[in-house]
């Protein structure tokens, strides 16, 4: 398509082509994709998967369930109802099961193998730090932290650091726990 715009002061002319990008295929694990999946890994909170500790034998194991059913250690599975009734056996056995999240990565009993040998820590970044033995000295970390509050603390007799400033409890787990406070601010 071929437009010309004409100004007034000066004939110049625009040429506006339409070009049509090539469609290319999508890999199979996009990098943005990927990249989202470490960082929500990485953050810790409500996972929704049970820990799970693989046996030593969890790949004789899994070779059982598949030859059972007609399947070689290096095939792909030949159709879903065969996949479901081995990721079924698989579950059954030891009592892991594959999320939805992941069925789709599942197509071969090699993919399935390697699920089931990667063990699944359910521990946040900060449960875990506070479970480690080996800190640094100059490091702790305090699970329930203390908060401050004028009329009920007696360490400074009720003298704040930050005289003018309130102490707000946002979320409402924190507030069955901990009560906010109101400075009184004095006008001179």
């Given at each position: 398509m071929f437009k010309s715009f004409l100004l007034p002061a000066a004939r110049i002319n625009f040429q506006v082509i339409c070009v049509r990008n090539k469609q290319i295929k999508v890999p199979k694990i996009d990098k943005k994709l990927q990249s989202a999946a470490e960082s929500l890994a990485s953050r810790g909170f409500l996972r929704p998967n049970k820990p799970w500790d693989p046996p030593?034998?969890?790949?004789?194991?899994?070779?059982?369930?598949c030859s059972k059913n007609g399947l070689r250690s290096d095939s792909e599975f030949e159709s879903l109802e065969k996949k479901f009734v081995?990721?079924?056996?698989?579950?059954?056995?030891?009592?892991?099961?594959?999320?939805?999240?992941?069925?789709?990565?599942?197509?071969?009993?090699?993919?399935?193998?390697?699920?089931?040998?990667?063990?699944?820590?359910?521990?946040?970044?900060?449960?875990?730090?506070?479970?480690?033995?080996d800190l640094p000295k100059?490091?702790?970390?305090?699970?329930?932290?203390?908060?401050?509050?004028?009329?009920?603390?007696?360490?400074?007799?009720?003298?704040?650091?930050?005289?003018?400033?309130?102490?707000?409890?946002?979320?409402?787990?924190?507030?069955?726990?901990?009560?906010?406070?109101?400075?009184?601010?004095?006008?001179?």
């Open positions: 030593a034998d969890i790949e004789k194991q899994i070779d059982e369930i081995v990721l079924k056996l698989c579950f059954e056995e030891t009592g892991h099961s594959v999320p939805n999240s992941l069925l789709h990565t599942i197509e071969t009993v090699g993919d399935l193998k390697e699920f089931y040998a990667t063990p699944v820590d359910s521990l946040t970044p900060f449960d875990s730090l506070k479970k480690m033995e100059n490091l702790h970390v305090q699970g329930d932290y203390l908060r401050f509050h004028p009329d009920k603390d007696t360490l400074f007799k009720g003298k704040s650091a930050f005289p003018q400033s309130s102490t707000i409890v946002t979320g409402l787990k924190a507030r069955t726990k901990y009560e906010g406070y109101s400075a009184k601010r004095k006008w001179p």
